[in-house]
Structures are given as structure tokens and as C-alpha cells.
């Protein structure tokens, strides 16, 4: 807004009438996002999209998953987004190793009930 000079209710306003021809849509966090022509949009969570990668793979316990850079490009987000994403399936269990120069694996294939 202030590199436009613009302010914020003017923003919000041009928002919504943008969301009402269908070109922008709300992100959690009170954000708002363009939406580009023929676009799909996956409303799940990143950590969730990051996960069904293992299924749809067909990746096993003990194989290496993709790189964050690698990821960041498949998904159009940051590097930083996703190595959260990618702590946050460590946590849970599902992948193994990971920090700086390290190759994360798959420790647990995710069930159908995990996933949804």
C-alpha cells in the first residue's frame, strides 16, 4: 500500500471487487490473493499437499523426498514456507533428518485418515 500510496480501505475496497469478479480470493492471516485466469486452487494446507507427494509418488519408508528449493518451485511458494511445512511433517512424524545440507526421507507413509 505505501509503494502504491494507497490506503488501506482503498486496498480492501479494490479487493472486493475484485473477489467479486471472481479474480481474488481471502488467505488465512486477513490476506488476500489474485487469483489468475484458468488457475486450479488447492485450499489445503501446504504441510497437507507436501505429505500426499509420498502416495501419489508411491515413496517408501527410507527414500529420499525432494528438496525444499524443488518443492518451492512444484507448489509456487517460498523456500522458507515450505522448509515450515516440511518441520511441521517432521513433527508429525512422517519424514526423517532434514536441516542445512542434510536429505530428508520418508519415516511414515501417511493413512488415508492422516491425510484427510
Given at each position: ?5 494507497v490506503s488501506r480501505g ?57 528438496s525444499a528449493s524443488e ?44 491425510r484427510s
Amino acid at each position: 500500500m505505501q509503494a502504491h500510496g494507497v490506503s488501506r480501505g482503498v486496498a480492501l475496497r479494490a479487493f472486493r471487487a475484485l473477489r467479486e469478479n471472481g479474480v481474488a480470493e481471502p488467505v488465512r492471516g486477513g490476506r488476500w490473493r489474485v487469483v489468475r485466469a484458468g488457475e486450479a486452487i488447492d485450499p489445503r494446507p501446504l504441510h497437507e499437499r507436501i505429505a500426499e507427494i509420498i502416495t501419489t509418488e508411491g515413496l517408501n519408508v527410507g527414500t529420499e523426498f525432494p528438496s525444499a528449493s524443488e518443492l518451492a518451485g512444484r507448489f509456487g511458494a517460498s523456500r522458507p514456507t515450505v522448509t515450515k511445512a516440511l518441520d511441521r511433517l517432521e513433527a508429525a512424524g512422517v519424514l526423517a533428518g532434514g536441516g542445512q545440507g542434510r536429505v530428508r526421507t520418508v519415516r511414515a507413509v501417511p493413512t488415508r485418515e492422516e491425510r484427510s
